[in-house]
């Protein structure tokens, strides 16, 4: 079985300041894992993965994110967050290279503040 | 131009109808999935095709039936419609056994259809 946390239903961060949002996963196998943002009304846009290679991912809209495997996390960050960047935000896991299935986390909704 | 399409955006019914959703990927993907989004904005799995082929089949009513007449559709058609099945379904494909280009693992999503059941 396979999941993902995502422990902060809200983050608020003022327009300039970093911004993270946490996720942590649980597979048997190999994570693969994801981020995607979805703005208000719309569908779920890709952002970045990682798959293999570099712990460190970049990504869309100058975001990164940082796969740690000894604490099994990949949290999502921005050093410099814009009010454009509120929107809910979904870490995904899925176990490897022959299960399809993508696990998503509750969500996350950042608001930048001008 | 639209990777991922679906129709119609928004579908107002009453509870016992018939509707179906469609799907269409102009990616050259082999894989195609639906994804139902509750109230709550969770997003959990309900089917996926590859090539046709059933491949990923959640626990669903049996009132939701997919249908895919070929790789670049993915129809989900759903019978005696309930209060509970009002959600946003989500489509979305991936490239998983290399047809386009290569492997790609990222699945794509549309914009998603609105269903309201009355």
């Known amino acids: 079985a396979q999941s993902v946390a995502q422990p902060e239903d809200q983050v608020n961060v003022a327009e300039g300041n970093p911004l993270t949002v946490k996720c942590t996963y649980s597979?048997?196998?190999?994570?693969?894992l994801f981020w995607y943002v979805q703005y208000p009304n719309r569908g779920l846009q890709f952002l970045l993965k990682y798959i293999t290679g570099d712990n460190l991912v970049k990504g869309s809209y100058g975001f990164e994110a940082e796969f740690n495997k000894s604490q099994t996390s990949f949290h999502l960050k921005k050093p410099s967050a814009l009010v454009s960047d509120s929107a809910l935000y979904f870490c995904?896991?899925?176990?490897?290279?022959?299960?399809?299935?993508?696990?998503f986390g509750a969500g996350t909704t950042v608001t930048v503040r001008a | 131009d639209t990777a991922v399409s679906q129709t119609p955006k928004y579908l107002v019914t009453q509870m016992g109808n018939d509707k179906s959703i469609k799907c269409e990927q102009n990616l050259g993907h082999d894989t195609m999935y639906w994804y139902k989004q509750d109230s709550k904005k969770f997003l959990k799995i309900m089917f996926s095709?590859?090539?046709?082929?059933?491949?990923i089949n959640e626990t669903v009513p049996n009132r939701f039936s997919p249908k895919s007449p070929d790789k670049a559709h993915l129809n989900l058609h759903i019978n005696s419609l309930e209060l509970g099945d009002s959600a946003v379904y989500f489509c979305?494909?991936?490239?998983?056994?290399?047809?386009?280009?290569?492997?790609?693992?990222?699945?794509?999503f549309g914009p998603g259809t609105r269903l309201l059941v009355l």
């Open positions: 979305a494909s991936s490239s998983e056994f290399g047809l386009a280009g290569g492997r790609q693992e990222t699945q794509y």
């Open positions: 597979v048997s196998g190999n994570p693969y």
């Open positions: 095709y590859n090539n046709k082929e059933l491949i």
């Open positions: 995904a896991v899925r176990d490897g290279v022959n299960d399809y299935k993508l696990s």
